[in-house]
Each structure stands twice: as structure tokens, then as C-alpha cells.
């Protein structure tokens, strides 16, 4: 049974990092910046559940536009669990989302728990493992994402995600402890990437690019500077290519999501799509 005194409401900026801290405490591995970067998605999408000052329940509903939006972040705290909490807190969000579509990368055990509350399974994502290495030359075609106009980079970021993400996207290409880059061809930019610093080792993510051979060039020239540290790319089972670039580096399965949505898979160019952003925000 509930405590009558359990109440939702939205977090505040300073109170994200409860969230990253119970995710790490899950073995989630967040990335060390994820709540300031997080946040910026939208600031009116994480949610805490309480009973008087002690958190219960944390989940974010991040609506990106009014025709998406992705739930991530949820955790019941474990002497919590079972008694409704996390359900409530699952309603509170879903209000919020209204009438949009949204995505979710559930953990592969609870996909009947989400099919029951309306979400419907697309496509497994791939979380992967594998040790960094130096590469013996660098693409020149390869620049800091800084040097490019950010509506450049949103431009391309549409190909494969489905909606605009204006601050989020400034926020997690200039984040500290981080890395961003694109390949620009013929005055075009063809792929871009970024690495950021988690609490073992780097994930990459996004790695969006026209083809396999760009998605190597980024992927390895994010590898330059870190030689012998884990880095992790979260891949779609849907895009055989990508799992070929894994294959190729010898990057090990460590996790499995389902990537469900409410009202249908959007249509992306999956094939560009060789590591998602995150598992948190799509």
C-alpha cells in the first residue's frame, strides 16, 4: 500500500544528479555531467516522487516537441519497490506526455510490464564494451564539431532522430570531459559524434554518419586520446552494419534494452544510425 503522504512533482536542476546517482548505483554507468546535459532536454521533464523529504521514485518524461517525446530515468528506490510508487510515478509521466508518441529503451524483463501500460516493442538496443585504442591516423576530413554551425549539426541530427533538440544538442556537444566531432565532405557534413566521460570509461553516442566507413573514421578518432580505457556504443539490432563496426573491434555485450514506443516506430534513416545517444533520452 502507498503512504497517503507519497506526493509527485517536477525536479529542480540541483536535484537531477539523485537520479544519476540511484542510475549508478544500478549499474548504469552514467555519464559524470548527464544531470546538467540532461536537463537542458527539458526542464519541466523529471519527475521525484516523496514521502516527506525522502525520495521514492525518479523518472523523466522529456517531450522534445509536441509530437515526441522519451521517458527514461525511472527507479523506485529499493525499499520502495512493489507498493505502487513507481506506477504512480509512471501515470504522472504519461499525463505530462499527452497525445505525443513516445519512446522508451525498457529493460528486456519488464517489456510486458510496458506492453500492458500501452508502449509496444520496435527493435532491441545493444549495449557494447570494448577497450580504446590509438589509432595510426586520424581521417583529415575529421573536425571538432565546434568548428561547425550548430543548425549544420541539427540538420543532420534530424536524419535520425525525430525531433529538433536545439539545447540539448549545444549542451551535450560542449559538455566538459568530452569529445565531438563530425566529418565534413565537400563542404557537407556526412556524420558527426561524441564521446563523454562516464563513471568507468566513455560512452559514444550519437554516431550518426552517411556510411560504415565514416562511422569508423569518427569512432576511431574518438578513440585518440584515451588508449586502454572502456568505451561503449549503444547499438540497434536493425542496422547490421553497425554490428559489423563492433564485430570489427572485437566490443563485447554488456546489456540489452527494448526499444518500445507508444503510437509506432518513427521513420528514421536507421541506416545512418550506428550508435544511439543515449538509453535515457533516444
Known sequence: MMNKDFKIRRMRADELQIAINWAAQEGWN???????????ADNNGFFI?????QAVSVGSAVAYDDQFAFCGLYIVHPEYRGQGYGI???RERLRYVGQRNAGIDGVVENIPIYERIG???AYHNI???GIAADPASI??????????PIENIETYDRFCFPAKRHRFLYAWINQPDAKA?????????????VRRRCIEGHKIGPLFADNDAIADALFQALQQDIPGDAIYLDIMETNPVAQRLVDKYNMQVVFTTGRMYLKGQ???DDEKIFGITTFELG
Open 30 to 40: 552514467p555519464g559524470i555531467h548527464d544531470a546538467e546535459t540532461f536537463y537542458q
Open 127 to 129: 549495449r557494447y564494451r
Open 181 to 193: 566531432l563530425g566529418l565534413i565532405e565537400n563542404g557537407q557534413l556526412q556524420g558527426y559524434a
Open 139 to 148: 581521417d583529415r576530413r575529421v573536425v571538432p564539431l565546434s568548428q561547425l
Open 119 to 121: 508502449y509496444r516493442l
Open 266 to 268: 518513427p521513420r528514421l
Open 88 to 90: 504512480a510515478l509512471t
Open 49 to 53: 516522487g516523496e514521502i516527506g523529504n
